[in-house]
């Protein structure tokens, strides 16, 4: 039994029920990031190519910074840990990963598997991780070397056979491997065969996706046919079918981010006469990048809402802009960044409260203690996909149609 979690779960329930743009709720999900350092220099990341960015570029983030979220975490269901760089190059990665546990808050990470060696692939199954989610991007080395030099792409091949031997070796279910491919001009050719390099590697499932422009350089740079690219995820989904493949197609609206370094409040538009959304996000979600820097969501890092230095995270997540964006959605005037955000939900008060009584169930069901590999497999890893943020929350809400 767990009261806190509870009472946390139902609370944001009520603030999503009573349309509250101020949540008396602390967040049911965290995205934190660890230090923005990186090995690779992705052509479509937004770390170094990034037009209006106010995230904390190469900055550490101090394992002593994570007791200060102790309140947070203690309510919250998932930490997404990881932001705008690679988590493996932070030395103290596993012990922040442990802290979190501590509080029975599941974990799951993107890497980009570089330095998946040995002894991190046994702290991956000894601390319980929910999801892994693994960036390829290509089938190839040639591929890869494009998107993410400097290469290497048959090491993290091998070190993520090795990483499924283990798990398969201990009977784990934790984590579930996800493969993630963002597509681009540069690598939509090799989409087609990323579940029979998913299947070869024992992967659990493939994550097909569109990628963002986070700068006018960067759409130049790596858009591609939107035609090819269409055909390209029927063909992968068909293969994937044929191979029984999971696959995850996420159809982002690449503009988002750059809608967003224009928007301002006036600029919203009727989504549907009489309708209204909610964002998960904005609801269920919080976004802390560097030590404490709060953000709106994963697309629009052009605005920092304010500082954990100001004041509590409730606070901070009750400021003007946040509420604003809150109360446009509930409106049904979609702000320009959300319109095709798969985040947005049509606000449904029966499918909510069918949700809320799910949800509130398992918080109350929630074992408390931390599960560790002597407790491996007795929390199942469900059906979840593994999802961070650029994705959708690990939760609910519809994946895209074609
Ligand atoms: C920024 S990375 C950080 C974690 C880790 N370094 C990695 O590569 O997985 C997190 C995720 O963002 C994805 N990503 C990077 N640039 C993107 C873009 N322009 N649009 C959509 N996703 C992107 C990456 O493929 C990766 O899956
Ligand atoms: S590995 Fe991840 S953080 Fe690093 S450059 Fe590539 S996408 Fe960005
Ligand atoms: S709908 Fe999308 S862009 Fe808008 S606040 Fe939510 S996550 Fe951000």
């Known amino acids: 039994m767990d009261w806190i979690r ?3 779960t139902f609370q944001a329930y009520c603030d999503l029920l009573l349309r509250r743009t101020r949540p008396r709720a602390y967040p049911l999900e965290l995205s934190l990031g660890t230090g923005s350092y990186c090995n690779l220099r992705c052509i479509m990341c937004p770390r170094e190519d990034h037009e209006g960015n106010r995230m904390p570029f190469n900055q550490p983030v101090r394992t002593d910074y994570f007791r200060r979220l102790a309140p947070y975490l203690r309510r919250a269901n998932e930490v997404s840990l990881y932001g705008l760089g690679e988590p493996f190059l932070d030395r103290d990665y596993f012990k922040k990963v442990e802290f979190i546990r501590s509080f029975g808050t599941e974990v799951i990470l993107s890497t980009n598997g570089v330095l998946m060696d040995e002894e991190r692939r046994r702290d991956i199954l000894r601390t319980g991780l929910r999801g892994l989610g693994i960036s390829l991007d290509a089938v190839t080395e040639e591929t890869y070397s494009i998107i993410r030099p400097p290469g290497g792409f048959n ?30 001009r540069q690598n939509l050719h090799e989409v087609p065969a990323f579940p029979e390099l998913v299947k070869s590697i024992g992967a659990d499932e493939a994550i097909i996706h569109t990628s963002l422009y986070m700068s006018h350089a960067m759409k130049e740079r790596i858009e591609p046919d939107t035609e090819l690219q269409r055909k390209a995820v029927v063909k992968t989904i068909e293969n994937a079918r044929k191979l029984n493949v999971k696959v995850t197609y996420w159809n982002l609206d ?53 500082t954990l230095a100001e004041g509590d995270l409730r606070v901070l997540r009750r400021k003007p802009f946040m509420a604003e ?51 491996r497999g007795e929390t199942p890893v469900g059906d979840a996909p593994v999802a961070g943020c650029s994705g959708q929350d690990t939760n609910s809400g519809p994946v895209n149609a074609l």
């Not at 091949?157 to 963002?182: C, D, G, M, Y």
């Not at 446009?328 to 939900?345: A, S, T, V, W, Y």
Request: charged letters at 20%.
């Open 155 to 184: 090491r993290i091949v091998e070190n993520l056979k090795a990483l499924v031997a283990l798990r398969n070796e201990r009977h784990s279910q934790r984590p579930l491997i996800a493969l993630s491919f963002a597509m681009m």
């Open 6 to 8: 509870t009472w946390n």
């Open 325 to 375: 964006l809150r109360q446009l959605h509930f409106e049904g005037r979609i702000p320009g960044p959300c319109r095709n955000c798969p985040q947005l939900i049509p606000y449904n008060r029966g499918q909510l409260v069918r949700e809320a009584w799910s949800e509130i169930r398992s918080a109350w069901k929630h074992p408390r203690s931390r599960e560790t590999d002597n407790q």
């Open 254 to 306: 690449p503009m988002t981010y750059l809608r967003s370094l224009e928007y301002t409040g006036a600029e919203s538009v009727p989504q549907q006469a009489g309708a209204s959304y909610y964002c998960h996000h904005l609801w269920r979600n919080a976004m802390l990048q560097g030590e404490g820097e709060l953000f709106p969501c994963c697309y629009m890092t052009n605005h920092r809402v304010g």
